[in-house]
């Protein structure tokens, strides 16, 4: 379940972006069958932070209203600066239990290896589009990261699928870790349809995608839950 990514107030009033927001929004996705919360820390004028001050309150609030693991992105544009992005991750007070590290940016395998050194999940990113799958496949950290992030950045309904299928195939053996494969906007559900019949993990959620699969502006994160555990097929419950 992913509750808000880089949206903004602009996105529509659906979209949660403070603390309480965000932990109200974390526990209806929970009750409608989430199993795992990924978040965007955001400031108060909404911009996505890696800072403690901003990460803290944050998961403190989730984390009072469920019981599943919650990550937060450790992306490009929450800190341009490789460096300071490691800064930020060492600085942090309140940890989450896994975080994305986006393969292809600038800095990936310094950052993960801060995550790691801290004791948090590394949730692999590889989008399709980038050299990231054949990054991974070079990467010595690939064998402890948590999962990998299958993420198809495809947003046409027509061809995510097959883009899915090229990413996967351009993942290969993936160092026998957990592959969660989901889509974006209009390629959301075509994406979490398939990863249903592949049997792979998946997710659903207001960062990907504000419609329902019948085009309809969806009312919250927990309807898309709900709807995406019926488009996934019921065999596994939807993250």
């Known amino acids: 379940m992913c509750l808000n990514g880089a949206r903004g107030a602009g996105d529509g009033a659906v979209v949660p972006l403070s603390p309480e927001e965000l932990a109200g929004s974390a526990a209806e996705a929970v009750a409608a069958g989430a199993t795992d919360i990924h978040v965007h820390t955001k400031t ?92 991974f496949a070079a990467s010595p950290l690939g064998p402890r990261v948590l999962r990998v992030l299958a993420e198809v950045t495809d ?40 990863a249903g019949r592949l049997g792979l993990a998946t997710r659903i959620g207001l960062e990907d995608t504000l419609a329902l699969p019948d085009g309809e502006r969806a009312a919250s994160n927990a309807q898309l839950v709900a709807e995406g555990l019926v488009q996934y ?7």
């Open 44 to 135: 108060p004028c909404g911009r996505d932070s890696l800072s403690p001050r901003v990460l803290a309150p944050t998961l403190e609030a989730i984390r009072a209203r469920v019981s599943v693991p919650v990550g937060v992105t450790t992306g490009a544009w929450a800190e341009p600066d490789p460096a300071a992005r490691v800064d930020r991750i060492r600085s942090w007070t309140v940890l989450p239990d896994h975080a994305s590290v986006n393969w292809h940016e600038d800095g990936a395998e310094d950052v993960a290896a801060a995550l790691i050194e801290r004791g948090v999940g590394v949730e692999a990113g590889i989008w399709s589009g980038t050299d990231g799958a054949a990054r």
């Open 155 to 194: 947003p046409s309904a027509r061809t995510a699928e097959a883009t899915a299928r090229a990413l996967l195939t351009d993942l290969g053996p993936a160092f026998g870790r957990p592959v969660l494969l989901h889509g974006e906007d209009g390629g959301a559900w075509p994406v979490l349809r398939l």
């Open 233 to 239: 097929g019921w065999s596994q419950r939807s993250s």
